[in-house]
């Protein structure tokens, strides 16, 4: 008899710290090893990396690092400009001790005709474990996902989507509000060639805010429907209405001629002044940058208290920590 319990309680023992300890694991995880879009996130998925973020955020301090991406290579291959997301990623996977290498299309062996799939190769080739794509192509992260070993995190694809950018902004609203359900959030401007109002308005709905769309009708994309958003047609509804407006660029870039009469035009029925904000105190003021100041919004809001533009940057570094912490859990589970 004592045999067995000399046996039988240690074993127990250790089977039972086994399982508690796979229990944690699956507990941490997010549902994919991956993030391409936004649907690819539960609600407890965008909780659990809320808490990580607050976690970084409350532990932060000047030159401190964490060890979460020791020995991981994160490679930044951006095929399109950014200042806000490419910084920022690369202050994170810093932060968490990865090693960071970054490529920039402009100078790189694009210019002598190797096609995307090569170049993500070649990048592949030196042991990259994670690689935080922006293309000009929708689609692209998805793409290298199914010619990779490696975690994607998408950072903004075309027109698709562009899911850390939506997660960091409903963060900055959690942390203003306290929560984000039944908040009336309202995207104003250029929604049809905008991955962050794609992004934003499945990261916001799930967490259940109610969300409505302000734009010309020729800036709305056709599948408003899928969406159920509600529309809203003029800037004083819109005040009215709203306890948070999030307001969007014109996406030149993505443009095709024809769809405004001119920026004048649209910036005088869709630009939002000082006088906008002020009639509404506890009105909340977002936009994800670059900001064409004159144009979607009056310069003299960048400095208004309710304007949270520079909290979405900070918080954009703490809400990809905790992304690149979370997804490279599953690095060796393969
Ligand atoms: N919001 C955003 O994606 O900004 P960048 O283009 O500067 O990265």
Not at 79 to 87: A, D, G, N, V
């Amino acid at each position: 008899m004592n045999g067995f319990f000399f046996i039988f309680v240690p074993v127990f023992t250790l089977v039972l710290k086994i399982n508690f300890h796979k229990n944690m694991l699956t507990d941490v995880l997010l549902s994919n090893p991956y993030l391409i879009q936004a649907d690819d996130l539960t609600h407890d998925d965008i909780y659990k990396i809320f808490d990580k973020a607050d976690f970084f955020l409350s532990n932060f301090s000047l030159g401190k690092k964490f060890d979460d991406l020791k020995g991981i290579v994160v490679a930044l291959a951006f095929f399109e400009p950014s200042t806000r997301t490419k910084l920022s990623f690369e202050l994170a996977a810093k932060r968490l001790s990865a090693d960071v290498i970054s490529f920039q299309s402009s100078g790189s062996s694009l210019t002598k005709g190797e096609s995307l799939l090569d170049t993500l190769k070649t990048i592949e080739a030196m042991d990259v474990n994670i690689f935080i794509i922006r293309h000009a192509f929708s689609g692209s992260p998805v793409f290298l996902q199914e010619n990779t070993n490696g975690i994607v995190i998408n950072a903004g694809d075309g027109k698709h989507e562009h899911p850390t950018q939506a997660l960091l902004d409903s963060y900055t609203l959690y942390r203003q509000f306290g929560k984000i359900k039944d908040l009336k959030i309202t995207i104003i401007g250029d929604i049809l060639h905008s991955r962050v109002a794609r992004s934003n308005i499945t990261v916001m709905k799930t967490l259940g805010a109610e969300v409505a769309l302000c734009s010309p009708g020729t800036l709305l994309p056709r599948h408003l429907n899928v969406w159920n958003a509600k529309i809203i047609e003029s800037l004083d509804e819109v005040i009215e209405w709203s306890d948070v407006i999030m307001v969007l660029r014109l996406q030149r870039e993505r443009m095709d001629s024809g769809l405004l009469p001119s920026t004048r035009e649209y910036s005088k029925y869709y630009g939002i002044t000082l006088e906008h904000i002020s009639r509404k105190p506890n009105l909340v003021l977002m936009h994800p940058g670059p900001v064409n100041y004159g144009i979607e919004l009056d310069y003299k809001l960048s400095s208004y208290p309710n304007v949270l533009i520079q909290t979405q940057v900070r918080h954009g570094v703490f809400i990809r920590m905790a992304v690149l912490s979370l997804l490279a859990m599953n690095i060796g589970k393969a």
